[in-house]
């Protein structure tokens, strides 16, 4: 019995030979790899553009994130498309802005240009470590421009206190000053905890927010007690 069922389905099998497909019959189908499918590609590619256009593209990309920061809010816009254009911009006049003191005059020790980078870099590197040891899910480059770009308020801080100070540097100009700089340290505070709130762990926060308070701290001390030379 199993031998005939081995014949009968060898038969049905070759049977299957003399299927064949009549040229009238059209095959329909494209199997054609299209060209065009890298189209999309190629309008997000920049070899091609003028360097004029580059440049200007990425101004208006860092000017996008100073408004992000004056206006802080809860968004993703900063961690998204983070670069480290802008916080050497404000690093680098900050710098500028703090030369030029009595303390460098008298030797007393106040802020070069190269201690300024220091202090901005090396904190916003130990604030991403304590970060990223504590849980965060947030890059490192990510979290180096958020706290770059929080900069801007006390940046613009010292630009007014240097505008005060031309005055004189009584009492008036001291309470001026102080004002000015503690509303731009909690600005700075406010804004990079708006952006990094959501990257940590929620019973952790606090000890992410209390580096980045010393950090912003640091900064705004160095620009109250700033004083041109006379």
């Not at 860092?62 to 911009?89: I, M």
């Not at 031309?166 to 708006?194: E, K, N, P, Q, Y």
Request: with cysteine; charged share 15%; proline share 5%.
């Amino acid at each position: 019995m199993a031998a005939a069922a081995a014949e009968e389905a060898s038969r049905q099998l070759s049977g299957l030979s003399d299927v064949s497909i009549s040229d009238d019959i059209p095959v329909e189908g494209d199997i054609s790899v299209p060209i065009g499918s890298s189209g999309a590609d190629d309008e997000f590619s920049t070899l091609d553009e003028p360097v004029k256009e580059t440049i200007l593209r990425d101004l208006r990309a860092v000017g996008q994130k100073f408004v992000h920061v004056l206006y802080p809010k809860r968004s993703s816009a900063l961690l998204r498309d983070w670069d480290l254009w802008g916080p050497l911009l404000l690093c680098v006049t900050l710098a500028l802005l703090l030369q030029g003191g009595a303390a460098d005059r008298d030797d007393q020790g106040g802020p070069q240009f190269a201690e300024v980078f220091v202090i901005i870099w090396f904190g916003s590197i130990i604030i991403t470590l304590n970060s990223k040891l504590l849980g965060g899910n947030i890059s490192f480059f990510q979290s180096l421009c958020v706290l770059g770009y929080c900069i801007l308020p006390l940046t613009v801080a010292m630009v007014v206190c240097r505008i005060v100070l031309i005055g004189g540097s009584g009492t008036v100009s001291f309470a001026v000053r102080l004002a000015v700089v503690t509303a731009s340290f909690g600005w700075s505070t406010f804004a990079s905890t708006a952006f990094l709130a959501d990257s940590q762990p929620p019973n952790r926060k606090a000890l992410v927010v209390y580096p980045v308070f010393l950090f912003y701290f640091v900064i705004g001390w160095i620009i109250l007690t700033f004083s041109p030379s006379q």
